[in-house]
């Protein structure tokens, strides 16, 4: 399988036969797999797959051992026995929680996801606490939404097999298929039980968008860094009006790809450094492009659903005295997976290191708290801060 994806940083639903003990609800896009792979997508990503271990380096703790996990898996295929099973289950015995293992199919959809598109029903959900898939966000135009499917709608049955208490990844399994197919979901709203047959189709999300407030400011929104999505950041802040703010709202975005992250900081940074990362005991830098905007009032907008590549970017930002950040604590993933490609075609995504700021601050656990404290009105005080920063009327 050539052209694995590396340095995955973003959350994963719960690990198959492992509990993740984390006061967070894994929300996933159902309609569109798990999300954007985080990942270095060059020859650094090429290098820190085939990286060793620097002299005297040990393993991180809560990490599972590529080779026991290889090994596990060639064993089970030799007695034809599921190899992706036997992998999770050293996976899930490492103690390694971002660690998971998917199939041929999963990991090609979430490919597909890089640039953006998938083919589904159009629904995100999470896992509530009794083990039942609650619908949290609705694709707007598809159809999910045109069969009249809501937030909070629990998701029961998939084409009849009942999907309580299923993990994520396996839900988004069952809603996967070609384009115009039809799926059968079982749902219930309020206690009261139904069922709609959706079609699948192609999908798209619009991973930037802009809007202008008054006293010259700029909202950049940025959902998820799927590929492109550091240079239509850079277009906006070269659109937005001379001598105006912007702000960089970051909330609710899960992750995505490693290098459109830095991408995107680049927009504001005239080159430098983005972060450092660890593989192994090797440690790699990240850098800025020359040629941002460093002159215009920044303001980066988080909150608790801020994960990953978005936290990369604001610590970067913070760091640097580039931004103000404004919101709430962000989710603190900040370690380093790499794939590994099994005997039977399936793919163990396990942590090898993590990530730090330019300041040299882990993100992972830890998060990143803004310097502006901010709840529901976060976006008015993020403009308040901006004026203060010489923006506006």
């Keep these: 399988m050539p052209g694995l994806p590396a340095l995955c940083l973003r959350p994963r639903g719960p690990r198959r036969g492992a509990a993740l003990t984390l006061t967070f609800v894994a929300v996933v896009a159902v309609g569109a797999g798990s999300g954007c792979w985080d990942r270095a997508d060059s020859a650094e990503a090429a290098s820190a797959r085939t990286a060793h271990p620097a002299p005297g380096a040990t393993r991180t703790a809560g990490t599972a051992d590529r080779e ?4 596990a898996a060639a064993e089970a295929v030799a007695e034809g026995k599921s190899g992706k099973k036997a992998a999770q289950e050293v996976v899930s015995r490492s103690g390694d929680r971002w660690g998971t293992v998917y199939d041929r199919g999963e990991y090609a959809a979430f490919a597909e996801d890089l640039d953006g598109h998938w083919t589904g029903v159009g629904v995100w959900a999470a896992r509530s606490g009794d083990g039942a898939i609650a619908i949290d966000k609705v694709q707007p135009g598809g159809p999910a ?95 937005a009006p001379a001598g105006g703010g912007v702000l960089l709202d970051l909330r609710g975005n899960r992750g995505g790809l490693v290098d459109e992250a830095v991408a995107a900081a680049s927009a504001f940074l005239d080159g430098g450094l983005v972060a450092t990362y660890d593989v192994r005991g090797e440690q790699r830098v990240l850098n800025a492009e020359p040629g941002g905007d460093t002159g215009r009032p920044l303001v980066a907008l988080v909150d608790g659903g801020t994960m990953s590549a978005a936290e990369l970017v604001t610590g970067a930002l913070q760091d640097r005295g580039r931004a103000v950040a404004v919101g709430s604590r962000t989710f603190g993933k900040g370690s380093v997976q790499m794939p590994t490609e099994l005997p039977d075609g399936s793919v163990a995504e396990l942590t090898v290191g993590t990530y730090r700021t330019p300041a040299g601050r882990s993100l992972d656990g830890a998060g990143i708290t803004p310097d502006v404290a901010a709840g529901e009105r976060a976006e008015e005080r993020a403009v308040t801060v901006l004026g203060g920063l010489g923006v506006g009327p």
């Design 68 to 71: 026991a996990v290889a090994r």
């Design 145 to 239: 939404e045109r069969a009249g499917l809501r937030e909070g709608d629990r998701l029961l049955g998939v084409d009849g097999q009942p999907v309580t208490g299923m993990a994520v990844a396996d839900v988004v399994a069952l809603l996967r298929g070609a384009a115009g197919t039809p799926v059968r979901l079982d749902l219930s709203r309020d206690g009261a039980g139904r069922t709609e047959t959706v079609l699948r189709q192609q999908l798209r999300t619009e991973a930037v968008t802009v809007r202008q407030l008054a006293g010259e400011v700029t909202v950049i929104k940025v959902s998820s860094f799927t590929r492109g999505t550091g240079e239509r950041v850079r277009a906006a802040v070269r659109a």
